[in-house]
């Protein structure tokens, strides 16, 4: 299981805002291969139980999550250049059915989570999070947009994995 010094999901510097960011990531995905990328630009990304919604009348699943910008970030310890977070929002469209594991929404309303993958199965896109719990997400065909909201703010921890980075 990844480790994550929660500190940098509280920066004082987050935008109050969306301002668009010339940086900013837009994905759409289609396929397997095309959720594998999704995955990797949202591993260590911290979700809010409270920012997940499935609206049910147009069936679709959505979720804002706090980004880690893999994409941009500078060597370890790099002084000079801060690593950076940005919100992002996920659209999954078509889906018919939301299954969950090991959220307790009632008990822990604003838990936070840590996304450690979203993969492609035959009946849909689960959201493998840490600690054991999940999102299944029953889809007849995959379509998924990303988008970065806002512009990143600075953090001063990066996630952190037992095998390195």
């Known amino acids: 299981m990844a480790g994550l010094n929660m500190t940098d999901a509280k920066s004082p510097k987050r935008p109050k805002s969306p301002v668009p960011d010339k940086r900013a990531l837009r994905l759409r995905a289609v396929d397997a291969d095309d959720v594998a990328v999704i995955s990797a630009f949202l591993q260590d990304a911290l979700i809010d139980l409270g920012d997940m919604a499935f609206i049910e009348g ?16 500078p060597k370890k310890g790099d002084p000079k250049q801060p690593a950076e977070r940005v919100l992002c929002g996920l659209s999954f469209e078509g889906v018919v059915r939301v299954q969950t594991r090991g959220i307790d929404a009632r008990a822990e309303p604003r838990r936070i989570f840590e996304l450690l993958a979203v993969q492609a199965e035959p009946e849909g896109v689960r959201l493998v ?4 719990a999940e999102v299944r997400l029953e889809m ?26």
């Open 58 to 73: 147009e069936r679709r699943f959505a979720v804002v999550v706090t980004r880690f910008r893999w994409e941009d970030t």
């Open 129 to 132: 999070l840490a600690g054991g």
């Open 140 to 165: 007849a065909e995959i379509s998924i947009h990303l988008k970065d909201l806002g512009e990143p703010w600075p953090v001063f921890a990066r996630p952190s994995h037992p095998d390195g980075d």
